[in-house]
Structures are given as C-alpha cells and as structure tokens.
C-alpha cells in the first residue's frame, strides 16, 4: 500500500475536516453539560414537544431554528441568545404575531427591561420603529441572572391579521441549556394563540 506524503495527509484532514464542518453528517447534537433541561416541554393541551435537533446546514437567519444544532437559535443573527431563549418567526411582514413569555415569577417579558427572572425581549414585530426591516423575528432569552426553577408559560398570538390570508404559519423554537425544542403553528383569526409549558 502507498502511503501519501506527510504534506499531503495533513491536506486531506484539513479538508475532511472542513467537509464535517460544511455538512451534517458528522454532526452530534451537543448533552447539556450545566445540568439544565426541561423536565416537562408540552403545548397547552398536553403535546409533549420533541427534543431532538435535525442538523439541515449552516445556520439561516429569521427562520427560529437552531439548524446547525449546536444548541443557539438564530445565531449570528443579530438576536440575543442564553441559557434560556424563546423564538418565533413569520414570512408574512405586514402580521403582528405576538410572543409572550412568563417566567416561574409570573411576569411577561418586555423590550423595557429584565423580568424578576431576568428575562427580556429583544424587540417587538413588526413595531412603529422600523427596527424588523421586514425580517420578523421576535426574540426572550435570560439577560441576568441563573434560570430560575419552575414553570415558563410561552404564549404565541395573532394580534393583527391585517390584509395577510390566513392560516400564518410560525416557527417557534426554545433553547433550554444546550436543548432545543420546535414546533410549527397555525393561526388563522385575530386575537387566535397558542400556549407551551416549559418546566424546568
């Protein structure tokens, strides 16, 4: 058997190495190593919401899902992110589709500042500020502070339907230590939501 030289075995990893990199094949879906996981992830009416990430690729930007799988969504993308994140996407750039989340001290978080728990809003969509730029995400994560034990209630909801066809499709996924949880929702009426329990 021929072995190839030392410069160009070096090449060949380097490159296998960046293939790995570039695809899914090798990737493994990281165990939460600060012992943090939610011991109940269910929608309102007792669904129990996966745990497994499915690795598509790089990451995108706007789409709500961590899609290289290394436990952050959305990153890179100008969202903040933590031990604890909630996040909802939409395509439909004219909707307002609320995202509220209530800590174990029972306030919602706001884009004013940290909850008791430490939870905070990146901004709200699509808003009178033009901060979106059509991009509709909206973004809890943990901005201080350890995540506190108990019971997160996210709440997902169609404020203005506006001129849009429904049903508006979002994406909602949660980062709960290096875990993450998806689902896709349907809302077709003003004032229509859908609600997920989250305990940790």
């Known amino acids: 058997m021929t072995v190839p030289p030392p410069g160009l075995q070096r090449r060949r990893l380097r490159f296998a190495a960046l293939c790995c990199l570039a695809t899914t094949a090798c990737h493994e879906v990281p165990t939460p190593k600060d012992g943090l996981d939610a011991k109940f992830a269910a929608t309102d009416d007792g669904i129990e919401l996966e745990r497994a990430c499915t690795p598509s690729g790089v990451e995108l930007c706007f789409d709500a899902l961590d ?94 339907l506006k001129s849009a066809r429904a049903p508006i499709q979002v994406r909602l996924s949660a980062r709960v230590g290096q875990r993450h949880f998806t689902s896709l929702v349907e809302l077709e009426e003003n004032s229509q939501q859908r609600a997920f329990e989250f305990t940790l």
């Open 67 to 160: 899609n290289n799988c290394n436990g952050i969504i959305d990153e890179g993308c100008g969202l903040h992110t933590g031990l604890l994140q909630f996040t909802i996407a939409w395509q439909e750039s004219a909707v307002d589709i609320d995202l509220n989340v209530n800590g174990p001290d029972g306030q919602v978080a706001t884009d004013k500042s940290p909850t008791d728990a430490g939870l905070l809003k990146d901004r709200d969509c699509p808003g009178s500020k033009g901060l979106c730029y059509s991009q509709n995400v909206e973004n809890v994560f943990l901005a201080e502070g350890a995540p506190r034990r108990g019971r997160y209630r996210v709440v997902v909801r169609l404020e203005d």
